[in-house]
């Protein structure tokens, strides 16, 4: 009998509905903010990764239309410009990699070639090999014989706003192929072959 009335003193407060603004609100408000802070950091991580996108398509248009031979100074300003573009002046990273494809069937040759390759910026991306795309069909686009693409790629650390622990150190990568517009070959000096 002495559990009774502590049961109806737990029935009577589960059904009142008297309260204050002001409690609710202490207790909601840094759940509120939470989400608040957790969907700013998560669209500004992808306006991030889409500037770097667009940075990275001009880069790769820009090279597909150039019909000299490019240099050292060139790819430098390629970094600078990607570096304009993104706004950002942090640790970013591009590469530009040239590759032909080889297909010969009667001699079972189906390979892709380097050409060459350049990365400017600091970070973890390092010049490609021949080893590295010679047999990277999963990774490069199908070609005709003899076809070359232009291959840039970019690495950005993002920095969040807020240190939320979920998005802190963000490596943000981006990679576009596109062929040769207006020139057989996209000639680097010194390293450039016959076709």
């Known amino acids: 009998m002495t559990l009774r009335p502590a049961f109806k003193l737990l029935r009577r407060f589960w059904k009142q509905e008297c309260g204050t603004a002001a409690m609710e609100t202490v207790v909601m408000f840094p759940f509120l ?3 608040l802070t957790f969907s700013y950091e998560y669209f500004d991580m992808f306006r991030y990764q889409s500037v770097r996108e667009k940075a990275t398509y001009t880069i790769a248009d820009m090279l597909s239309r150039e019909t000299a031979e490019v240099n050292d100074t060139y790819i430098d300003n390629v970094k600078v410009l990607f570096d304009i573009m993104s706004n950002d002046a942090g640790t970013n990273q591009v590469r ?3 590759v032909r494809y080889h297909l010969d069937a009667a001699n079972n040759m189906d390979e892709f070639e380097l050409r060459w ?3 400017r910026g600091s970070g973890d991306l390092n010049p490609l090999s021949a080893d590295d795309v010679r047999n990277a069909h999963a990774t490069l686009p199908q070609m005709i014989d003899g076809q070359e693409i232009i291959l840039v790629e970019t690495s950005s650390e993002y920095d969040p706003v807020f240190s939320t622990g979920f998005t802190d ?3 943000i990568k981006t990679r576009m192929f596109v062929p040769l517009r207006f020139a057989a070959q996209l000639c680097f000096e010194g390293v ?4």
């Open 33 to 35: 903010f939470m989400g």
């Open 96 to 98: 530009v990699t040239v």
């Open 117 to 119: 390759s350049e990365v």
């Open 169 to 171: 150190g963000t490596n």
């Open 192 to 195: 450039c072959t016959a076709a």
